[in-house]
């Protein structure tokens, strides 16, 4: 630790972090557009979407006429508008990740399903924007856009209809109900469609101008699925259907629609070929929502963060005042000022709820910004794809699957790509961005809504009341919510198990490992150790289960085992995180000092941030070891050294390639008599092949990740007591 570091840690918070820390941790310091922007969502949220919440608009899921009024408000605030392209009637020029992530952030701060609502739009309008025609995204956006002065027009507004009632569509998005069939096809006219379908539980459609729908083909001259946009004015039924009898997230509309309609092929999202006398859907319904879930349920992931940091306020100020009745409790004494915080367990929770809040915002809004590199990247890469005459399909996967090698190489320092470095670099970036998107929709909302319950405990009965200030308990069952749609938890960590075994990704998790080894020995407060050994232990027991085999001789690694990919995929979510919010940390201990206002008190807020730090990575390092253990070792049968059976005997190429990961591993390995030849036989020996497992070497990890924990607890103690020392404003800036 620097010098300055040490001194630093004998200061205390002062305040709650303000606007401008905030924009140098989650690096928008330079973008004033977004500042302003932030200011605009913060106005609506502790304003109109406060005071519906606080008059009980919550009571009801039917659409009322407050909460009608909110959509004008996102219209006047510039809210809507975030989405579009400054041609189309937006302000923001280039990728718009960020930017919606913080408006989600805003307001879920306060509601949301204010922010549901909100976004649910874009989400209708996204695959126009992802997949869409030219002319599809200049039509819809346009009518989305807000009216500009002068303009006497009310805005469109879009659902997004992919789920449908039982037995069909939900976690399975393959299983469609919904029918596409030709309507008419006259000879040199473009065809109409018969469009049937229902939806269940879809935002915005108490009030939708249009929707997009995923369709499958039920007609010979149609090939696959497709979506399709419908509108409200198409002949035939447009029925919004009842409303959702939801228990959460009440300020948005949600309803379970029918339609059966005819439209024109052209509403055909991404438009289509004919063949054979047969339409050819560009996309298929697939290609289409993969492309819009990864990048919307990014900002889901930032809404159950926004309700973990909102919660640190109000709790502080419960706890506080709690004693300050009775003949006992005297202004000045320690009883009055402190009331609850006076019990250590009540300000370590809440330290556990903070850093979880730090570390699942850090996780959030990296995601949404590596989204904002990649989208200008995905472009030209598709443009130079379509000048080798590569548009989509298996020759875009074969080709990205070279360069994806040539990336690793790139990264092996083993020479790479000649080709252009903006293919690699897409790459590189893409293969973090699977990972990372799903990681934070299920760690953010999932872990998240397990800590919102924390927050709320902390309150005591208030919490579990429609008066409980910061509405806790509404955020904490609305968490749930976030958990469930846009794909509830199951399905992101399947894809997990996926991409997590990347060859690319997993090449930079090893620089990642290095990363926080070398900022362990500058500034081992972090905890940056604890979390390089946890990665480490992830990296061996990953690499380990995709060769293992169970005591029954049955693969560990593969899709049907959830029991083995499903937690390995959790423990990885909680790696990612506690980086990101050490990453954080340092961005701000490098730019704080310049900008005066977070100078001062920049070195009680350092420290406090890093003991936040300390306590996450901590808890995610245990996390991560309980989850690798039980994997590990779960899968033999008592006695697990049985003298047959070598599958899990390593090959001596196969250890030296190990020994980047674990220092030692050949030399020790050898000491045993399984290092096989590399044709897979054993050298001939005495006695019989003794099975090696690796397991002593995950031991030793082990026992190296409990002394990394080192200083963790003082950490959390120190945090703590920062607690009951910050100030905090005299009343909740909202409800007005
Ligand atoms: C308020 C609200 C708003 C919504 N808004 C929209 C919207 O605007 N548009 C839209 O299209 N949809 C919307 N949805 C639907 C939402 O996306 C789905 O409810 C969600 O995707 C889950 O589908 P399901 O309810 O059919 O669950 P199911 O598919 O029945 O799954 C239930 C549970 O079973 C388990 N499970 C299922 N499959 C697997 C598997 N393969 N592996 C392991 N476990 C599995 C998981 O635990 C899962 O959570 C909304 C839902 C709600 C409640």
Not at 141 to 153: F, H, K, L, T, V
Not at 162 to 187: C, Q, S
Not at 383 to 400: C, D, N, W
Not at 464 to 478: A, S
Request: charged residues 20%; neutral net charge.
């Amino acid at each position: 630790m620097t010098q300055a570091t040490t001194q630093n840690l004998t200061e205390h918070l002062r305040a709650l972090p303000g606007d401008d820390v905030r924009q140098i941790l989650w690096r928008f310091a330079d973008r004033y557009d977004l500042q302003m922007l932030v200011q605009s969502a913060r106005a609506v949220a502790r304003g109109p979407v406060a005071r519906l919440v606080a008059e009980g608009a919550r009571n009801t899921h039917e659409w009322t006429p407050g909460k009608q009024a909110l959509l004008q408000s996102f219209d006047e605030s510039g809210i809507t508008a975030v989405f579009m392209e400054p041609s189309q009637g937006g302000f923001i020029e280039g990728p718009k990740n960020l930017a919606l992530a913080l408006v989600a952030f805003e307001l879920a701060w306060v509601d949301a399903g204010a922010a549901t609502g909100s976004l649910a739009g874009c989400l209708a309008l996204s695959p126009i924007h992802e997949r869409g025609t030219p002319e599809q995204r200049d039509y819809y956006m346009s009518r989305c856009a807000p009216a500009q002065p002068g303009e006497d027009r009310k805005p469109w507004r879009g659902a997004f209809c992919l789920t449908e009632p039982i037995p069909y569509v939900g976690v399975e998005t393959g299983m469609l109900g919904g029918k596409v069939r030709i309507a008419e096809w006259k000879d040199g006219e473009e065809p109409l469609l018969h469009v049937e379908k229902r939806g269940r539980f879809i935002t915005n459609m108490g009030f939708a101008n249009f929707v997009t729908a995923a369709v499958e083909s039920d007609d010979p001259r149609i090939k696959g699925t497709c979506m399709v946009i419908l509108e409200e004015t198409d002949p035939g039924l447009f029925d919004r259907g009842t409303p959702t009898r939801k228990l959460v997230h009440q300020l948005s509309s949600t309803r379970d629609p029918a339609f059966n309609l005819k439209v024109p092929a052209s509403r055909i999202v991404g438009g289509y070929t004919v063949k054979d006398g047969v339409i050819v859907p560009r996309y298929n319904h697939g290609e289409i929502i993969e492309a819009v879930f990864r990048r919307t349920r990014v900002t889901v992931g930032i809404m159950t963060s926004a309700k973990l940091l909102s919660a640190v306020e109000p709790v502080i100020r419960y706890g506080r005042g709690r004693f300050r009745g009775g003949s006992v409790s005297n202004p000045g004494s320690p009883r009055y000022d402190l009331g609850l915080q006076l019990k250590q367990d009540v300000v370590h929770r809440l330290v556990d709820v903070w850093a979880t809040g730090e570390a699942s915002a850090s996780l959030g809004f990296e995601a949404a910004r590596l989204f904002d590199r990649l989208d200008p990247l995905e472009r030209q890469k598709n443009e130079i794809m379509a000048q080798r005459g590569i548009t989509g399909g298996t020759a875009m996967l074969k080709a990205m699957r070279q360069v994806q090698k040539e990336a690793v190489a790139t990264l092996s320092g083993a020479g790479g790509a000649a080709c252009p470095d903006v293919l690699v670099s897409f790459a590189l970036l893409d293969s973090q961005a699977n990972v990372l998107c799903p990681a934070c929709k299920l760690w953010n909302t999932g872990h998240g809504a397990r800590m919102m319950r924390e927050a709320v405990s902390l309150m005591g009965g208030y919490g579990i009341t429609e008066d409980c200030p910061g509405f806790l308990g509404h955020k904490w069952m609305d968490a749930q919510l976030e958990a469930t749609y846009e794909g509830p938890e199951a399905v992101q960590r399947r894809q997990l198990s996926v991409t997590m075994t990347d060859e690319l990704f997993l090449a930079q998790f090893k620089q990642w490992i290095r990363e926080m080894r070398l900022i362990a020995n500058d500034r081992p407060g972090t905890g940056a150790c604890a979390l390089a050994t946890a990665m480490q232990m992830w990296l061996w027991t990953l690499t380990h289960l995709l060769k293992s085999t169970d005591a029954d001789g049955a693969k560990l690694y593969q899709s049907a085992r959830q029991g083995v990919t499903f937690p390995l995929a959790d423990a990885l979510c909680w790696l990612l995180s506690a980086r990101c919010q050490i990453l954080d940390v340092l961005e701000l201990e490098k730019h704080g000092p310049a900008n005066p206002t977070v100078a001062e008190g920049l070195p009680g807020l350092l420290a406090f941030l890093t003991d936040l730090c300390h306590v996450q990575s901590a808890r995610s390092a245990g996390e991560v070891g309980r989850v690798c253990a039980e994997l590990v070792f779960g899968y033999n049968r008592h006695p697990a050294w049985d003298t047959e059976g070598c599958s899990a005997c390593y090959r001596a190429d196969e250890l030296e390639g190990m020994e980047s990961l674990i220092p030692g591993i050949s030399s020790l390995a050898r000491g045993y008599t399984d290092v096989i030849e590399s044709d897979g036989s054993h050298p001939a020996k005495a006695g019989p092949c003794v099975r090696f497992d690796g397991l002593d070497q995950f031991s030793r990890l082990r026992v190296r990740m409990d002394g990394c924990l080192t200083g963790s607890q003082l950490a959390k103690d120190r945090a703590a007591e920062a607690l009951t020392k910050v100030m905090i404003p005299e009343a909740l800036d909202y409800p007005a």
